[in-house]
Every structure is written in structure tokens, then in C-alpha cells.
């Protein structure tokens, strides 16, 4: 677990857990930091964090388990509802999501410095509530009879976050505000196949994932305009100029309008997604 380390400092600590390769011990350590850093064990120091993570030989990042298999979204197999096997592979991709999204959370904290105190508190909030979310998903794959890595999975998420690691605006343009919201688009209808399914306590999960994730898009909301407003750029052209540069996929609806207004979407954002 990331805090058996020496790490007193936020980012440099974020960093160890970002490389821990066990997906249960990566969860847990996420969330014994979030508290060290409520009590004021962990302080941010923006400066020595810094010198303290060019110093440092950086292990595989992100750190994962030999298991899941990763494969192109192509290949990952659609199984149906009215088997146990056919909605733990729903419940497995859904888990491998969260796995991902700690991961991002956690790089969003250590990759990127100078940024205010608020937007680190932020983001460890965020990687706290997907490790909640991941044992959620975890405990609940488990009681059907499986474990996380039966099943291949694709690295979509990752592959952006990847892709955008040398720019912060990119980074929240396109992560949280693009691919974490098509979340908010996609879970109402994975719920309620779920609960169909007669599986009530999946969907019961997934109603804590919608409402938390509705936070974390606004999180992202809340700092991509924060750093156009400071580059001084217009949010929806500078949007739309890096999704082209980016290669960031496609929005297709139905969409979450309710969600994603929650989450900070202006009227006119939601109305260009409307006549793409």
C-alpha cells in the first residue's frame, strides 16, 4: 500500500499509488490517503514534490495487474442479461472503468504542477470515490462467481489520458468533460438493463456511480474554464479545436441532459451536441 512509503507530500504519494499494480491494494491505499490528507498527515508542497518526482525512477505507469486482458473496444464480447455470466461481463467492464479512473484521477494530481491547492483536493476527492465505486463493483463481481481480470477489457480511457499527459486544458477538455461524461449519457441505461436482469443490488451500485460522477464531470468543468478563463480563451471553440486535435471520439446521443447541466454543461455547449 502506497502509504507503508515514506511519501508525506500529495503528489509524490499519488504518484506511488499511481504505479502500485495490484488493483486491491491501489484502491485501498487511495483511500487511506484521501483520509491522511483530511487529517493533515499529507500537505502539498508544490515545490519539493516536484524535485522529489524528477528525482525519482518512475515504475510502469499506471501500475495494473497482469489481468484483465486488454483488446481493442472491437473485441470485448457483448453477453447477454439473462445470464449470471452475461451480466458479470457488464459488471467486470463497468469495474474496469473504475480501475481506470483512479488511475486518472491519480495522474491528474502527480503529472500536472502550479496548479491551486483546491484542484488537488478535487482530484484526490475524485480518485477516493472511484476506489469506492471499483470496491462496490469488485465485491458485487465477486458474489456472482467471478473476479476482476476473468474477462478482457479495453483501455479506451487510459489511451486519453495518455494522449493528453502534456497538456493540462486537453487533459481536462477531454477527460473528464468528454469521456468520464459519456458515463453520465450511458449508466441510466446500464442500470436499468441491470435491474431487468433482476439484478437489483448492481443497479443500486450504479445509482451511487451516476451521482458521484455527476461531481467529477463538474470538477472537470470547473477547471477547464478556470484555465481558459486564464489563457484567455472562449471554452466551446477552444473545446471543439481539441477534439479535432486530439482525435477525441465522437459524442452520439441519447444524452443526459439533466446530468450533464448538473455537471456544469453550459445551454449552448448542450445544444451543440445536439446537432452533431
Not at 54 to 83: C, D, H, Q, S, Y
Amino acid at each position: 500500500m502506497c502509504l507503508q512509503q515514506p511519501f508525506v507530500e500529495l503528489r509524490l504519494a499519488a504518484l506511488n499509488c499511481l504505479a502500485e499494480p495490484d488493483a486491491l491494494l491501489k484502491s485501498k491505499a487511495v483511500s487511506a490517503l484521501a483520509l491522511s490528507w483530511q487529517s493533515g498527515e499529507i500537505q502539498l508542497d508544490l515545490i519539493r514534490s516536484s524535485e522529489s518526482i524528477l528525482a525519482t525512477e518512475l515504475r510502469a505507469i499506471p501500475g495494473r495487474p497482469e489481468k484483465p486482458e486488454l483488446v481493442p473496444p472491437l473485441l470485448v464480447k457483448r453477453r447477454a442479461m439473462n445470464t449470471i455470466a452475461g451480466r458479470a461481463a457488464l459488471v467486470h467492464a463497468l469495474t474496469h472503468i473504475e480501475f481506470n479512473a483512479i488511475n486518472l484521477a491519480l495522474d491528474a494530481i502527480w503529472r500536472f504542477s502550479d496548479m491551486p491547492k483546491s484542484y488537488y483536493a478535487n482530484w484526490l476527492q475524485v480518485a477516493a470515490e472511484e476506489a469506492h465505486h471499483f470496491n462496490l463493483l469488485n465485491g458485487h463481481l465477486q458474489y456472482l462467481g467471478f473476479h476482476y481480470g476473468d474477462f478482457a477489457a479495453h483501455n479506451s480511457l487510459w489511451e486519453m489520458v495518455d494522449r493528453t499527459k502534456l497538456n493540462i486544458l486537453a487533459r481536462m477538455a477531454l477527460v473528464p468533460r468528454t469521456m468520464e461524461a459519456r458515463g453520465l449519457d450511458a449508466l441510466p441505461a446500464l442500470r436499468e438493463k441491470l435491474a431487468q436482469a433482476g439484478d437489483l443490488q448492481a443497479a443500486k451500485i450504479l445509482d451511487i456511480t451516476l451521482r458521484d460522477e455527476v461531481g467529477h464531470v463538474a470538477i472537470g468543468n470547473t477547471w477547464f474554464n478556470y484555465l481558459c478563463n486564464e489563457q484567455g480563451l472562449s471554452p466551446l471553440p477552444t473545446f471543439e479545436r481539441l477534439c479535432v486535435e486530439y482525435s477525441a471520439p465522437k459524442l452520439r446521443g441519447p444524452f443526459n441532459l439533466e446530468a450533464r447541466r448538473k455537471a456544469g454543461f453550459t445551454e449552448a455547449e448542450l445544444e451543440q451536441l445536439l446537432v452533431l
